[in-house]
């Protein structure tokens, strides 16, 4: 198990404000104890291989490796020319997942939105499709793509397709390829989808390939009844809160116990820090303490 940092709490300034540059983000990650920097391909201004290699470069001069490309292809639109651009750009984000990052790297993929008028089982049989196509781009570039159990992507309208287990497992069932496509596990997702987190790692952990760590807590005075909408979901109220991971709803003894059970040896990336780089420091330290104990610290 290798550890890597997300900057959650500078996501909007580096992809959508742009008040903040990715190479500002690498330069105050150095004093971070982590060895990989997980990217978004929000954060870039362009594509181009000259400046992709400039960000590149910058994380392994700063001594990090990059292990997760963090992406969010939208494959359940009803228009079938959209469907195809997701394809075609998620395509080209393995390429450079692989160009920053080396063979056997994790880019994420994501199902697309949950659009009203879009069935759960041509929603299924969407996602497959525009899969299936991205495999062969991901076995060319030694690349691993990763299923989220995702919320929503910030400039998305509606709320993940495959958010709840079950539709999940459902898109993990039609897809049974192992080698180059597995799972994304973020168990504060599953809490934010009125899942139980464990139920969902137990069903998939011979499948993850990446995991997202991060906690989430309830408001002094709110219970989870509070925030539960009535189709049984939470989404991002403001009565469930970040906090520093270990610390709040996940059980993350019961989380590692389970992935270290079935031999898990990929990147766990630290998804938080929302109150600050101190937490992101705590959340980091708590990992390290979970890696010596679940995994020798290896």
């Not at 008028?117 to 499709?129: H, K």
């Not at 910030?154 to 192992?178: N, S, T």
């Amino acid at each position: 198990m290798k550890i890597a940092a997300f900057p959650k709490c500078y996501l909007e300034a580096i992809a959508r404000d742009r008040t903040m540059t990715v190479f500002q983000w690498i330069e105050m990650a150095k004093e971070l104890d982590a060895e990989g920097l997980e990217m978004y391909d929000g954060f870039f201004i362009s594509l181009d291989d000259s400046y992709i290699d400039s960000v590149s470069d910058a994380i392994h001069e700063a001594g990090f490796e990059m292990p997760m490309m963090c992406c969010s292809p939208n494959f359940t639109d009803p228009d079938p020319d959209e469907r195809q651009r997701a394809v075609e750009h998620e395509a080209e984000m393995i390429r450079i997942t692989r160009r920053m990052g080396g063979p056997k790297a994790v880019c994420r993929v994501l199902t697309g939105q949950r659009y009203p008028e879009v069935s759960v089982e041509q929603g299924v049989a969407w996602v497959a499709e525009c899969i299936d196509q991205l495999l062969p781009v991901a076995r060319e570039y030694d690349i691993i793509l990763g299923l989220e159990n995702h919320y929503k992507d910030g400039h998305w309208l509606y709320p993940e397709f495959a958010q709840k287990m079950d539709v999940f497992l459902r898109v993990l069932d039609a897809i049974p390829e192992r080698e180059y496509f597995g799972v994304q596990y973020d168990p504060s997702n599953a809490i934010v989808a009125g899942d139980d987190p464990i139920e969902l790692l137990r069903a998939v952990a011979d499948r993850v390939v990446s995991m997202h760590a991060s906690d989430r807590y309830l408001a002094p005075g709110a219970t989870l009844d509070d925030v539960l909408q009535a189709d049984g979901m939470i989404g991002y109220p403001d009565k469930l809160r970040h906090g520093v991971t270990g610390q709040g709803m996940n059980d993350y003894d019961a989380i590692f116990s389970i992935l270290a059970g079935v031999g898990y040896d990929g990147w766990v990336s630290i998804e938080d820090g929302m109150n600050g780089m101190g937490e992101m420091q705590e959340s980091l330290a708590f990992l390290h303490r979970m890696r010596e104990k679940y995994f020798g610290g290896a």
